[in-house]
């Protein structure tokens, strides 16, 4: 754990303290990452220092607790997205897709240039099936950073649940044109391929996603 006697940290200062929180997250250190974070919220208790407690807190697997920080930011400033964004990761990844879509409504209608919010909100919509709308937020994604591969790849997997194979092998390229050693987008383009009947490509790029595999 990072101590204060080694970086000359004075352990009254919330920055520091927040930031050293932030190393030892880096570096594992999660009871040294917490310890340090309440330190800081106790001190400065902003929306910001809640929302980062509630995250390391998710790292420890106590969501009860980082649910609890990410609602108190959101009391203290409504407007501060980051806060609903982690709300509607947790419940994602706690696999409530109705609750963490409320909460990326929230993220997005405050920061609707945030493009994790936008693809996060794309990929709960796909879960609870509202496909229409996943679509019009991967596009979104896309336009908001044309050069994030994840955006590309999620977007060609609702196409090929659309039975849209063009549209996803297209988005499959490009995917692997940003990010050319993925495996995960050679197999998939595999599937696209080997739904048009392009039987010989869609075999080789299966033989790319194993060897990349397999390291």
């Known amino acids: 754990v990072v101590s204060t006697q080694s970086t000359g940290i004075s352990p009254e200062c919330h920055a520091a303290l927040e930031a050293r929180s932030i190393t030892n997250l880096q570096m594992g250190h999660l009871f040294g990452a917490f310890s340090d974070i309440n330190q800081a919220v106790q001190l400065y208790p902003t929306p910001t220092m809640l929302t980062n407690r509630g995250v390391i807190q998710q790292y420890m697997g106590e969501a009860r607790n980082a649910m609890a920080d990410f609602q108190q930011a959101i009391e203290a400033d409504p407007k501060y997205s980051l806060a609903y964004f982690n709300a509607a990761s947790l419940y994602f990844n706690l696999r409530l897709f109705e609750k963490a879509l409320k909460y990326y409504d929230e993220a997005v209608k405050n920061c609707p240039d945030d493009e994790s919010a936008v693809l996060n909100r794309a990929i709960a919509r796909v879960m609870l099936k509202h496909y229409d709308a ?75 996603s194993i060897k990349l595999s397999e390291g």
């Open 134 to 208: 996943a679509m019009e937020d991967f596009n979104t994604a896309v336009s908001l950073n044309p050069f994030a591969a994840h955006s590309y790849f999620n977007r060609g997997n609702l196409h090929l649940t659309l039975g849209n194979n063009v549209e996803a092998e297209e988005d499959f390229r490009k995917a692997l044109s940003l990010q050319p050693k993925d495996s995960a987008s050679f197999t998939q383009l595999a599937v696209a391929l080997g739904r048009q009947f392009k039987k010989e490509e869609a075999l080789e790029n299966f033989r790319k």
